[in-house]
């Protein structure tokens, strides 16, 4: 036998007599991997976008909505200003009151404990708000095409 054969074969051999220590500390760990599947931390929890719909939002819609987001089991959201196609509702994005609509939704997420967070600005993708004037604002791209019928034409390179 070459002496790297035996070496294998003596290695696996004691390997498959010792006993598997990783067993019982699965076996240990079992019980607590179950009951953090069960009851995840809050950082595994489920969280959501919360569309605050162009100035739509009140108080106490703001605590009806986060209490029911505690009810179902969200843990957290992150408040999204849209107003794209969106009837204007009464409370202007940036104004005292907004403000105090977004201090309110803070205290009743540290009341109900509830991950708060916020996009960084109104629209989607950081392109709106009311510092973007219409001509620097977001574009459309447009374009035409055209079917042609007959026979395709082989260009080549003219010879140098």
């Known amino acids: 036998m070459k002496r790297r054969t035996f070496i294998q074969s003596c290695t696996t051999g004691t390997l498959t007599l010792m006993p598997d220590s990783s067993l019982s500390v699965q076996?240990?760990?079992?019980?607590?991997?179950?009951?953090?599947?069960?009851?995840p931390p809050a950082s595994a929890q489920a969280k959501t976008w919360w569309h605050w719909m162009n100035g739509n939002i009140s108080a106490v819609g703001i605590t009806r909505d986060m209490e029911a987001m505690k009810r179902v089991g969200v843990n957290g959201?992150?408040?999204?200003?849209?107003?794209?196609?969106?009837?204007?509702?009464?409370v202007d994005y940036g104004s005292p009151e907004h403000l105090q609509l977004v201090q309110h939704a803070a205290q009743e997420a540290n009341r109900l404990g509830l991950e708060f967070a916020m996009h960084n600005c109104p629209g989607w993708s950081s392109s709106g708000g009311p510092?973007?004037?219409?001509?620097?604002?977001?574009?459309v791209l447009t374009w035409t095409e055209t079917a042609v019928a007959g026979e395709p034409k082989i260009w080549s390179a003219p010879s140098v």
């Open 77 to 90: 959201f992150q408040i999204f200003q849209v107003g794209s196609g969106i009837v204007k509702g009464p």
């Open 27 to 39: 076996g240990a760990n079992a019980g607590a991997l179950e009951e953090a599947f069960r009851r």
């Open 131 to 139: 510092w973007v004037t219409p001509q620097l604002s977001m574009q």
